[in-house]
């Protein structure tokens, strides 16, 4: 099929001269399926229009699997680098631009910056930011972003740095915070924003309709995951028409007020925990097991942070911390439940 972008509609990225479609392809779970599978799932999401590829160097093969799957063809795409070191994150734009078979990347992100003091390490002299302004004055990368979970943070960026061209930031149905602070102050600058997790990590039924009243906010294009073709076009049918009915009014206004109580914002305020209980890990498992795999969660120290839930002895003095509300000892419960059921997890 023929790629017909005008198809769907687009937003200019900040203050790039890029027409982005407002949904892009997040390049997580391609890594999780196989070959033939990731390279359909962006061939599909391609032919269907989408123009925005978004991926990282940390996202194992995704990176080389994109390039693969669009090796030739006119799109827009976007990396990351999380190397703190400026000779690391150089030889990452080396890689990626490797790895993505082009000759240049239209923007390339600081990667995972969640604090202000990663903050201040990035911006330093002889931090990581400096790596990529070479890279751009090179002609490898066309745009500077940055991405992280904390929207103070990303509020201090935009505000110490002229050079970013866009903000990545989780936005969904419960995470809404951006709309008061970031949001308003990158339409001011003109810095694009990019809503990654537009279905909480994958943890949200009614994925479509979850993208959909995303992309009736202010925001330039959401990022959704998508696995596979069925999930490419189930994503991005909804942007053809974004127009909520009333219906589906009412269905979001009912998803948002039962997820609102269920959903960890991996803020980490009920952090730390007197019995050494890892919350903030124990409830964003489960979204790491959908986008990375459990074998990567097990790399990463699941088996300790499961077992860390042992320690609990119901005291609920993380409750009043907790700015949600959430009822984190039966959360907890119930996540040490389902991983119970994962093999790679329950053999050490
Ligand atoms: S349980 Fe509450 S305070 Fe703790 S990380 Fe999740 S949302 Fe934040
Ligand atoms: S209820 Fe459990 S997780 Fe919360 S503070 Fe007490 S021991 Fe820690």
Redesign the pocket.
Known sequence: MKPDASRLPTRRLGKTDLEVTIVGFGGIPIQLETEENAIAAVRRAYDLGVNFFDTARGYTTSEERIGEALEGRPYIVATKSGDRDPDGAYQDVLRSLQNLRRDHIDLYQLHGVNDDEDLEKVLAPGGALEALRRARDEGLIAHIGITGHRRETLVNAVKQCDDFATVQVPFNLVETEILDTLVPLCQERDVGTIAMKPVGGGNFTNAPLAIKWCLTQPITTAIPGMANVREVEEDVAVARDITLTPDEQAEVDRMTSELDQR?????????PCPQGVQ??ML??GRSIIRRMGAERWKEWGAIDVIASADLCTECEE?LP????H?P?PD?IREHVAYYRTIPELTED
């Open positions: 959903t960890c914002r991996r803020c980490r305020y009920c952090e919350i903030g409830l964003h993380c911390k907790c700015p949600y959430l984190i959360l």
